[in-house]
């Protein structure tokens, strides 16, 4: 079970940081048996980054291309454009079915594409699995590309005993009751993996060390308020960004200088350090931050669980 949406077309999938979206369409690939001669393929696209829909349908076709299969499904040189790439893939549909996994699509990019081209991607026959986060999955389904998707997937994060059965089949050896400190409330799946893999397990004191340092780590993000705590959850997500990170941008609908005043927020309340790598052009360098684990920060705090 992942906190993920996901889209089929469509099929939408959707959830928060770390729920493993990415995870779901891996698993999805792994456990595909191999498809008949006229059965379809699947085909994994990560679209971060691509601006447009046009953009993303070429990265469609060349995964598709990328293939090993002795079709030539290939289809020489196209004019730029959305109307030639679904043309290009609705020929590739016929020769070979496919099934498009599509990952990390912008949300405004998403929208358009299944909104504005609903009704030529009908025509393609192809289907779609699409992963976005809850916020994303929000703006890819408004109208009228809601119409698109068949089925929407909205997955909780793990509830506590499911939390605790995930950390069991990575730590068989460990009493249940041990687990539940990690498991306490639940939550994303990557954030209780992380917590897990920061204790000594080895360590009798583990237990209490870890809760009285996670309950301070609460309390101060709680103290900067709520701005501060959605910036966590998605740096969770994207691991260490800029304030001028476009992508941190567009989910949090913040302008660069919001996001910097709440980046410095985080630094200066010690849950957050930042680093400038080495100038590689004009200007001044990119300041990154990065979320402490929490073994960071409770050993900057005088708690000390692990070796």
């Known amino acids: 079970r992942l906190g993920c949406a996901a889209l089929f077309g469509g099929v939408l ?3 928060g940081g770390g729920a493993g979206c990415t995870s779901l369409l891996r698993a999805l690939m792994y456990h595909w048996s ?16 691509l601006a447009d829909p046009g953009q993303v349908l070429e990265r469609v076709l060349e995964a598709y291309d990328s293939l090993d299969f002795d079709a030539d499904s290939s289809s020489g040189v196209r004019s730029p454009g959305s109307a030639s790439a679904l043309a290009a893939l609705a020929q590739r549909q016929r020769t070979r079915p496919m099934v498009v996994l599509l990952d990390d699509v912008d949300p405004v990019v998403g929208n358009a594409l299944f909104g504005v081209l609903r009704d030529e991607l009908w025509e393609t026959r192809t289907t779609w699995v699409v992963t976005a986060t809850r916020e994303g999955a929000a703006t890819i389904l408004a109208p009228p590309a809601d119409a698109f998707f068949e089925t929407i997937l909205r997955v909780d994060p793990l509830s506590t005993s499911e939390a605790i059965d995930l950390l069991k089949r990575r730590l068989p050896k460990v009493d249940r009751s041990r687990l539940a400190a990690i498991a306490r409330e639940g939550g994303q799946p990557r954030e ?3 917590l897990a893999r920061q204790v000594d397990w080895n360590s009798s004191a583990a237990d209490v060390e870890l809760e009285a340092a996670r309950r301070e780590w609460e309390s101060t993000l709680a103290r900067l308020g709520r701005p501060a705590a959605m910036l966590v959850a998605e740096m969770r997500d994207l691991g260490p960004v800029s304030a001028s990170d476009e992508r941190l941008q567009q989910r949090m609908g913040w302008t660069r200088p919001r996001a910097l005043q ?9 849950l957050a350090t930042s680093a400038s790598p080495p100038r590689t052009g004009p200007g001044r360098p990119k300041k990154i931050y990065r979320l402490l684990t929490l073994r960071e920060w409770a050993g900057a705090h005088g708690w000390v669980w692990a070796s």
């Open 13 to 15: 999938g959707g959830g």
């Open 34 to 49: 191999a498809p008949t001669e006229s059965g379809p393929w699947l085909v994994y696209v990560r679209a971060a980054g």
């Open 192 to 194: 209780v993996i992380e």
């Open 262 to 270: 709440v980046l410095a927020e985080l630094e200066s309340a010690g």
